[in-house]
């Protein structure tokens, strides 16, 4: 598997991405979506990488810068047809990795607080994430779980 930084220019990734988005406006009430489309994540602020299994494209993520010392994680998806077979982990690893190259020294994220992102809560459990207050410019919301941890 290959890991890069992408520039979002490729369909095959915008249509991953449009996939993802239409996911989440299914299960998440309008108000408490927080995915970013396509030109969210083009914005200077965001490095988003793509992985790769040979030509096919099976998972994505993205850090947003929040200040000097914080970054958000930002749209982890894996291809649907590839979940539990340890993508998520090794992108996990190599962005926490990236973060804290990059001088970060705390990770934050909002994901969903129904059971249909249970599997990604305790990914992010594993990887040392535990929960906490509403950072940036989230605010409490029952659809939400926020999480962080130090770099």
């Not at 200077?44 to 990488?49: E, G, K, L, R, Y």
């Not at 992985?51 to 749209?75: N, P, Q, R, W």
Request: proline share 5%; charged share 25%.
């Amino acid at each position: 598997m290959k890991i890069v930084v992408d520039d979002l220019s490729g369909p095959e990734i915008a249509r991953f991405l449009q996939d993802h988005v239409q996911q989440m406006q299914s299960i998440t009430p309008v108000e408490s979506k927080h995915a970013l489309d396509l030109d969210g994540l083009r914005k200077p602020d965001v490095t988003f990488w793509s992985v790769s299994d040979g030509d096919t494209l099976v998972g994505c993520g993205a850090i947003k810068k929040l200040d000097a010392g914080h970054a958000e994680l930002k749209s982890m998806r894996t291809q649907p047809t590839r979940k539990r077979s340890g993508i998520a982990s090794l992108l996990l690893e190599h962005i926490i990795a990236e973060a804290k190259d990059m001088g970060f020294t705390r990770l934050s994220l909002e994901t969903g607080a129904t059971e249909f992102f249970l599997p990604a809560r305790k990914l992010y459990e594993k990887f040392g994430f535990h929960q906490c207050d509403p950072f940036a410019d989230y605010r409490p919301d029952q659809n939400s779980t926020f999480m962080t941890r130090a770099l």
